[in-house]
């Protein structure tokens, strides 16, 4: 898949806003062919909201891991409501490779790589498979490893990853929210930054980085889908 140049021009045209991205986006040259992947993490009803004010019938994906905390399940539930949003997939592994590479679901217990591959690379390599773009709810802030995000990303096969809030703060973020009265995550007003699977998600100190909670003790800092 090639995206063509004249989409990119009209994206980095459009101005520097979210907003003014993502309307760019998702009613220009690539309306109707890209998706948001959504974690519906404890920074994601921001995106989310931005994206319904355009187009609420945005294919939103995301990725149930079946390791999920409760809480992340309800608020995508409560989340997908209050924004109206109409088309959200809940992308899993297959069955079939469930049973043959984590029968008992504790891979992530000693090759938490393998158990990332099989439970969110995978899955999201065959549902992006139908889009030529998808965004993103990535920061520069988050972590040091995304300290240099750009907005617009190419990927090797050709499509691009558009990261629309790749500037923001926490402080921006957080007076969005409040702003638009969106509501929060429960885990993240218990010490929880950044929400992934619940074996491999603890809380952090204020002093920590947002996401050393994030397969804490490991030199592992992502689950391989923004590789």
């Not at 702003?179 to 995550?185: C, E, K, V």
């Not at 929880?192 to 980085?209: F, K, M």
Request: aromatic content about 4%; proline content about 8%.
């Amino acid at each position: 898949m090639r995206i063509d140049p004249s989409i990119l021009t009209a994206i980095h045209d459009a101005g520097d806003t979210a907003q003014s991205v993502l309307r760019a986006v998702l009613t220009g040259g690539l309306r109707g062919r890209v998706a948001t992947v959504s974690s519906f993490g404890s920074e994601s009803a921001v995106l989310l909201a931005m994206v319904a004010d355009v187009d609420p019938a945005t294919p939103v994906l995301f990725l149930d891991t079946e390791q999920h905390f409760p809480e992340t399940l309800a608020y995508r539930d409560q989340l997908v409501a209050h924004l109206g949003l109409s088309d959200v997939r809940s992308i899993r592994p297959a069955a079939r490779q469930i049973r043959d590479r984590d029968p008992d679901g504790q891979l992530w217990a000693f090759d938490p790589d393998a158990c990332c591959a099989l439970r969110k690379v995978e899955p999201l390599d065959e549902a992006v498979i139908p889009f030529d773009a998808w965004l993103t709810g990535r920061k520069r802030s988050q972590a040091a490893t995304r300290a240099a995000l750009p907005v617009i990303e190419q990927v090797a096969d050709g499509r691009i990853k558009i990261n629309p809030l790749a500037s923001w703060t926490p402080a921006e973020l957080d007076a969005e929210m409040t702003r638009r009265g969106l509501p929060r995550h429960p885990l993240s007003l218990r010490g929880y930054p950044s929400i992934g699977c619940a074996p491999c998600t603890r809380p952090v100190a204020e002093s920590e980085d947002p996401r050393a909670g994030r397969w804490a003790g490991l030199s592992k800092t992502e689950c391989g889908i923004h590789a």
